[in-house]
């Protein structure tokens, strides 16, 4: 038992412990957040490398870093128990959303719009089905891709939105001098 908890009374330290369960409904999104930033920063970078020879690839690479910076910002906020961290991550994820539907329709039409010269050679090394092959594995890859985004985008949506009203409730019914003291460990 810590200096600090020992000076609390048996009913404080129970509020405190009750607290941090019922702050465990939200706090998790924290981690989920830092993983979903980590991540999504990766593969802005990479995006934003290969943009030297690709404006598109640059275009979604700044995309990524901007979904990145909000899993951090709206982590840091949900941490400091601010409901708006929330309120932010889960739109952040439709935004994530838009970005890559937008990103695969993009892709999807330049395989239906690409003239036939652009893949010559793969036509000349497989054949002449190859050029329809392409376009149909194309829209295969890039139609799977938008139904999984926006399961997986929506979902993850979801899981934050739900938990906006958790830490309104929690704020309403926990005494101030509690959060306040859980605030000051989240930054330690």
């Not at 128990?81 to 994820?93: A, I, K, M, T, V």
Request: aromatic share 10%; glycine share 10%; net charge neutral.
């Amino acid at each position: 038992m810590s200096a600090t908890t020992a000076a609390l009374t048996v009913e404080q330290q129970l509020e405190l412990s009750d607290a941090a369960e019922r702050a465990g409904s939200f706090l998790g999104a924290a981690k989920v957040a830092a993983f979903n930033g980590w991540s999504t920063g990766f593969f802005g970078v990479v995006s934003i490398l290969f943009g030297l020879v690709s404006p598109t690839s640059f275009l979604v690479g700044v995309g990524l870093a901007v979904v990145a910076r909000n899993e951090f910002l709206g982590r840091t906020r949900l941490r400091s128990f601010d409901p708006s961290g929330l309120e932010l991550l889960w739109r952040n994820q439709l935004g994530f959303m838009a970005l890559i539907i937008v990103y695969c329709a993009w892709s999807l039409y330049g395989a239906i719009a690409r003239p036939a010269s652009e893949i010559a050679e793969l036509v000349e090394l497989l054949g002449d089905g190859a050029g329809d092959l392409v376009r149909s594995l194309t829209l295969i890859l890039y139609g799977a891709v938008i139904v999984a985004t926006a399961i997986f985008q929506g979902m993850n949506a979801r899981y934050y939105h739900v938990r906006v009203g958790r830490v309104r409730e929690y704020l309403r019914e926990t005494p101030q001098w509690v959060v306040d003291r859980q605030r000051s460990a989240q930054v330690e």
